[in-house]
């Protein structure tokens, strides 16, 4: 009888051009990628300097949405100079090594990890390699997606190839049931607590369990796309009839005969009962509230009905450091209610959580309500198609009737490399990934949350339990 696998060595093995040595490094083909003007313009270059060519450039998608503006009304031109250029040379490279580029006035356009699913152009069974940690994303899918750096673009571009060590692998089982208003970035904000920062660093997960079941394809995105943040090089979940129904109307999913082909192929993308794993995490979700966190790192969270920790209180020396260097970058005092924390503006956007179906939860808590006098709220869409749907919904006119504004496509604030940049002492509820120092801009202060609870701030002026607006049970 073969040996039982798991599906991350499934995916592995599939894709291995040839075993390079006994320490687990392969050469990996790589199916698809997309890529930013961001991260890219040195690999190209180095193409250009020795004269190669892009051995697939189908296999490729460009598309712009790191330094994009996203004011209102959009044009072709960016804020400045230095943004400029990369887009320039991105639209360069799109036509000199013939790789399709999605541009800022093409309606395909908005941040690669929405863009890239919404399309179809990720399949169950695929390995992607894209210069953005947040290519996990794509393991809701079914795929394997992981972020590399400039020259292995510029390798990956050249080959089709990258050369790739194996990682451990980790099952997050996830039980239990979810409350009210408690949601998908509450689970991964969870185990980004429960198992640190770098608790999952040279591990691939796989997400199991009813409560993964249970979540749409769309929540199944936003923890593969955080699981970066506890460490992870990739994360994964089993297809199911949820991934095919998704994918099944997809511009650049397989049509008539190859989708019956894909559909019997896909099939077998599970973990073989008996397969083992490195370690396991369990996670219970029955007394998980929606959660908040208060520092400079991910795992740096706590349930809404918390309060932020003394360092006194520390054993480890190293978290009681990076507690007191956290509540100082944070100007919060210990022990203080995270109710209690104000805010000054309120962002919903990210390829965490600006999907259609987050703005549906925000525009939900938002209906008839107005933010606080003294927030600025703005929400980003993931892509233009979804702006373009949450129009016809209704949804942008919630939005613009509770106060806040609502923009165009792109990365925007949650990484600040174009103008929406908070100022020194700003303090954001926020829908993105990442709460590090000065993320959001020199100075800036970030509390991640899910879009829903980012809503909910912005109507109470401070961070608060959304179940209190929204009268869910608490």
């Not at 040379?89 to 929405?114: A, C, K």
């Not at 198609?385 to 209704?394: I, N, S, T, Y």
């Not at 990442?434 to 401070?462: D, E, K």
Request: hydrophobic share 40%.
């Amino acid at each position: 009888m073969a040996c039982a696998k798991t599906l991350y060595r499934k995916l592995i093995d599939s894709h291995t051009v040839r075993e390079l040595d006994d320490q687990g490094n392969v050469l990996l083909y790589i199916d698809r990628s997309i890529l930013n003007e961001y991260t890219s313009p040195q690999a190209f270059s180095g193409l250009r300097e020795k004269n190669r060519k892009a051995w697939r450039p189908e296999s490729v998608l460009l598309n712009v949405d790191h330094v994009n503006p996203t004011r209102p009304v959009r044009d072709n031109k960016m804020t400045d100079p230095g943004g400029q250029l990369q887009v320039d040379y991105f639209r360069e490279n799109s036509r000199d090594f013939g790789i399709e580029l999605f541009d800022v006035l093409d309606t395909r356009q908005g941040i690669e990890h929405v863009v890239a699913p919404e399309q179809g152009f990720i399949l169950p069974g695929m390995v992607i390699a894209a210069g953005d940690s947040h290519t996990t994303t794509y393991g809701a899918l079914g795929a394997f997606g992981f972020g590399i750096g400039t020259s292995e673009i510029e390798h990956f571009l050249a080959t089709q190839t990258l050369v790739y060590k194996r990682l451990k692998t980790m099952r997050v089982k996830v039980i239990g049931k979810l409350g009210s208003s408690v949601t998908a970035k509450d689970i991964i904000m969870l185990l980004i607590q429960k198992i640190g920062a770098s608790g999952a660093t040279g591990f691939a997960i796989e997400f199991t369990g009813p409560v993964i079941t249970q979540l749409s394809v769309e929540g199944r995105m936003t923890i593969c796309n955080m699981a970066v943040e506890a460490g992870a090089r990739g994360a994964f979940m089993a297809p199911d009839e949820k991934v095919y129904h998704y994918l099944q109307d997809k511009p650049r999913a397989p049509k008539g005969e190859m989708w019956e082909l894909a559909l019997q192929s896909w099939q077998n993308l599970s973990t073989d009962e008996g397969a083992e794993f490195d370690r396991e995490v369990e996670l219970n979700c029955d007394t998980l509230e929606p959660m908040v966190t208060w520092g400079i790192s991910p795992d740096q969270a706590d349930n809404i009905s918390g309060k932020l920790p003394d360092p006194v209180n520390e054993k480890d020396p190293q978290k009681r450091l990076a507690q007191e260097k956290a509540l100082a970058y944070m100007a919060l005092k210990p022990g203080m209610r995270l109710t209690d924390i104000q805010i000054s503006h309120a962002f919903i956007g990210s390829c965490t959580n600006g999907r259609i179906e987050d703005l549906r939860l925000a525009a939900e808590v938002l209906k008839g309500k107005k933010i606080a006098s003294h927030v600025r709220g703005m929400i980003i869409p993931g892509s233009t198609l979804v702006r373009q749907q949450a129009e016809q919904e209704g949804l942008a006119k919630i939005f613009i009737d509770a106060g806040f504004e609502w923009r165009q496509s792109g990365c925007s604030m949650c990484l600040a490399m174009n103008e929406d940049v908070l100022e020194p002492g700003d303090r954001c509820a926020s829908s993105t990934n990442r709460n590090f120092a000065g993320r959001q801009g020199a100075g800036s202060r970030t509390h991640l949350m899910s879009p829903a609870m980012v809503a909910a701030a912005a109507i109470a002026g401070h961070l608060t339990d959304v179940r209190s607006i929204n009268g869910g049970e608490q």
